[in-house]
C-alpha cells in the first residue's frame, strides 16, 4: 500500500519562493507518477505537475510552467515541487498523489499542506 506525506507548505510573499516534499513509501517506486495538485478556497482540485519516478518525464499545468519545478530523489523516494515567483493565486492546499498506471486514476494521496500566498 503507497503512503504519502507532503511537508513544506506556509506562508510567503508574492514573488517569493517556496519548496514542498512528498514522502513516498510502498512498493514498486520505479513504477510510479507522482503528481502534485492543490485546492483553492470554494475551488476544485486542480493538477500541478507530474513526474513519472523511472524516467523523469514531467508534466505541468500551465498556470505553473515556467514557475514551479518537480524532481524526485530515487534514493530518498520523494518527490520535492520548488515553487518559484509566487502569485496569490497559487494560495491552497497542495497534495500529492501516485498512481502505478500512467493511464489511470491517481489512487493513493496524501493528507496536503497547505500554502497561503499574501499579496
Known amino acids: 500500500q503507497v503512503h504519502l506525506v507532503e511537508s513544506g507548505g506556509g506562508l510567503v510573499q508574492t514573488g517569493d519562493s517556496l519548496g514542498l516534499s512528498c514522502a513516498v513509501s510502498g512498493p514498486s517506486w520505479s513504477s510510479y507518477t507522482v503528481g502534485w495538485f492543490r485546492q483553492a478556497p470554494g475551488q476544485e482540485r486542480e493538477f500541478v505537475a507530474s513526474i513519472i519516478t523511472w524516467g523523469g518525464f514531467t508534466e505541468y499545468s500551465p498556470p505553473v510552467k515556467g514557475r514551479f519545478a518537480i524532481r524526485r530523489d530515487n534514493p530518498k523516494r520523494t518527490v520535492y515541487l520548488r515553487m518559484n515567483s509566487v502569485v496569490p493565486e497559487d494560495t491552497g492546499v497542495y497534495y500529492c498523489?501516485?498512481?502505478?498506471?500512467?493511464?489511470?486514476?491517481?489512487?493513493?494521496w496524501g493528507q496536503g499542506t497547505q500554502v497561503i500566498v499574501s499579496a
Open positions: 498523489a501516485a498512481k502505478t498506471d500512467r493511464d489511470g486514476e491517481y489512487d493513493a
